[in-house]
């Protein structure tokens, strides 16, 4: 299972479009309500959460994901049990990914330590010992999965897909979106 956390401010293009791209890869991923079950971005667009915080499973986690937006992050570094859950993951040798501010809340468990990483740009210096690539969209390195902002949503969207399903799959969504 994929989880995917939202917290009250999140960055709706960084949900939404990886969001979208992953279930058009047949992956089975859940929007986690961190604040409740409906989550308004930092836009104000509403968003009905799958589940909340405390419903999720991290016995079959393959991946938990972390829009940006400071709102949303702010969110998610104020709620133990997400940031138990982001660290449980890495922990355990699952998918960490996150896009724009959501890299720093991975620095701050350490998990981004000696990396190769993105995130938005000016926001390098809460990135700890990340060897950040400002000029990237997407990183990926091992289990940790980065993206700069709102505007490489789809990069990271298909980075996600290639992690968990593969080129194939990736490329075929790819195509499907008609990305030009």
């Not at 405390?54 to 709620?79: K, N, Q, W």
């Amino acid at each position: 299972m994929v989880y995917m956390l939202l917290g009250t401010g999140f960055e709706e293009t960084e949900a939404i479009a990886p969001l979208d791209l992953l279930r058009r890869a047949g992956v089975s991923v859940l929007t986690v309500g961190v604040n409740g079950t409906t989550v308004f971005g930092g836009h104000n667009i509403g968003i009905q959460a799958d589940i909340t915080l405390e419903e999720m499973d991290l016995t079959d986690l393959e991946m938990i994901i972390l829009p940006g937006g400071l709102g949303g992050v702010a969110s998610v570094r104020a709620s133990k049990p997400a940031m138990e859950a982001l660290r449980f993951a890495w922990e355990n040798g699952k998918f960490v990914a996150a896009i724009c501010a959501g890299p720093t809340v991975l620095a701050d468990l350490g998990i981004t330590e000696n990396k190769n990483a993105t995130c938005y740009p000016g926001f390098e210096s809460g990135m700890g010992s990340a060897r950040v690539d400002a000029a990237a969209a997407c990183v990926r390195d091992g289990k940790l999965i980065t993206g700069a902002s709102a505007g490489c949503a789809i990069p990271f969207g298909l980075e996600l897909i290639r992690a968990l399903k593969g080129d194939e799959i990736a490329n075929t969504v790819r195509q499907q979106i008609v990305i030009r």
